[in-house]
């Protein structure tokens, strides 16, 4: 086989594996911070505690899962604007 078959060849195989692992890490986030943003809502249709539903607050869910979560609780219940 030529040198450039190869090339392309070990070259497909690390973006499989790249693009396997992006996307994988990807879908924990999405489902974080879909979650933290149901908990935010939840609190605040029962009369809780008002979050507000916006950008950071789900990064901060995303990034964060369950702990980013109780975070921005925490912060929202002392006052603590993000």
């Known amino acids: 086989m030529a040198f450039g078959l190869w090339l392309a060849l070990v070259a497909s195989v690390f973006?499989?594996?790249f693009v396997?692992?992006?996307t994988r890490k990807f879908g924990a986030m999405l489902f974080?911070?879909?979650f933290?943003?149901?908990v935010f809502w939840l609190l605040g249709y029962f009369g809780i505690?008002?979050?507000p539903l916006?950008?950071?607050t789900f990064i901060i869910?995303?990034?964060g899962g369950v702990l980013g979560v109780l975070v921005v609780v925490l912060l929202a219940?002392?006052?603590i604007p993000l």
Do not use: E
Request: proline residues 0%; aromatic residues 16%; negative net charge.
């Open 15 to 17: 973006i499989a594996y």
């Open 20 to 22: 396997f692992h992006l």
């Open 32 to 34: 974080n911070g879909v």
């Open 36 to 38: 933290g943003l149901v």
């Open 49 to 51: 505690l008002h979050v």
């Open 54 to 56: 916006d950008f950071v």
């Open 61 to 63: 869910a995303a990034f």
């Open 77 to 79: 219940a002392l006052g």
